[in-house]
Structure formats: C-alpha cells, structure tokens
C-alpha cells in the first residue's frame, strides 16, 4: 500500500524557469510533510517541510504548497539553478501512528543551462 | 558532513551471507532509523530504535534483525542474503522519539550493498 506517490519519475527544466514536483498521499492523519533532496552517492537532506493546519511554506527560492481535500502536495523552485538537480523525495508522517516518515519514489529533477 | 555517520560506505557479498551494517546517530539523537531503497524505488522503512529500545517495525524481513546499543550507535544485520537484498541501506537519527515533526530526520550517506 503506497500511502505517499510521486507519480513523475523524472523532470526536466531550463535554468530560470520554475520546477514544481507532485506528490499525493492516501493517509488523511498525517501530520507533517518533508521534502528531501538527494544527490548521487549522498544522503537524502531535508529541504523544506509544511504542517497539515498550513497550506503554504516558504524558504527563499523554495515553497511547499498543500492541498488536504485533494490530498495532494507540491513543491516549487523559483528560479531553478543547475545545482538543484537532484532526486526529491516527498516524506509525509502521522504522530498517533508512530510517526515515522513515509516516503514516495522520489523525482529525478534535472535542471538544464 | 550531516553527523550520521554509516560503515561501511560499500559491501560486495555472496549470497547466502550474513552482514552487519553500522550507524551512529547525531550527537544527542535518541531515535535511529533504517531504510532500504532499492533500484526505482522509494526509501522503505525498515525498523526504529528509540534509546536502546525497538518503536517501530515496518517491511523488514525476517531475515533481517537490528539492535540499539548503550551508546545509541545501531546495528542491522543482514542474514541469508539474496540476490534482491542489492540496495542501499540508510541510516537516519532524530531527537523525537515519535519521529513526526518539522524537522524530520538526519540522515547518513547510506551503505551500498551488493549481492553477487
């Protein structure tokens, strides 16, 4: 049962451009939402993370927006660089259910020049 | 450097053997958490560890066991590996012990293991 999707397996955007990376979730308790972004042969590192009685967080050239009735979460880069290309993954967790993160597959982000 | 740290960074094994991956959480992190991804998969939760204690268990196979230890480093031992065990293994530390929180988790730069 994949509670948190990432339906997009790759993306690709110019430099300067906005990127905006889907993610959906099934769970209508989760609490939290993270992103995280991941380069080759390094860790996932958080990147910006909303809670459910927001709809909106932003930090700098990063925003996540969440919409609870549509179930549905995205993450917006304004203006894209290179150096954000990486895998993102979408991270959400419930407290009365132990809390620990669910992850979608992830979305390969390429940012061109 | 998150302050995770995982060893070893790389293991090539033959089916049918057992091996111990290693993690130290952040300085002060109670929670340890594992994590596989396999090739075009997400990270799967394996199993958490809050102060020496199991929490949380998810897909992990039987196969597979893990321990917190009195320093709070952790251990995830791999046994009868197949060919399907290829993946990376990551590690990840938070000071919750429920785990749901802003700040989510930290986490190591992941072993890579390869079944052959």
Redesign the interface.
Known sequence: DQQ?K?NS?SLSVQEGRISILNCDYTNSMF??F?W?KKYP??????LI???SIKDKNEDGRFTVFLNKSAKHLSLHIVPSQPGDSAVY?C?A???NQ?????????TELSVKP | DSGVTQTPKHLITATGQRVTLRCSPRSGDLSVYWYQQSLDQGLQFLIQYYNGEERAKGNILERFSAQQFPDLHSELNLSSLELGDSALYFCASSVDPGGASMEGYTFGSGTRLTVV
Do not use: C, H, N, W
């Not at chain 1, 042969?41 to 958080?46: L, Q, S």
């Not at chain 1, 132990?98 to 992830?106: A, E, P, R, W, Y």
């Open positions: 948190v990432q397996p609490d939290y993270l995280y042969a390094e860790g996932p590192t958080f993370s909303i809670s993954f991270a967790s419930a407290r132990g809390g620990k993160l669910i992850f979608g597959q992830g």
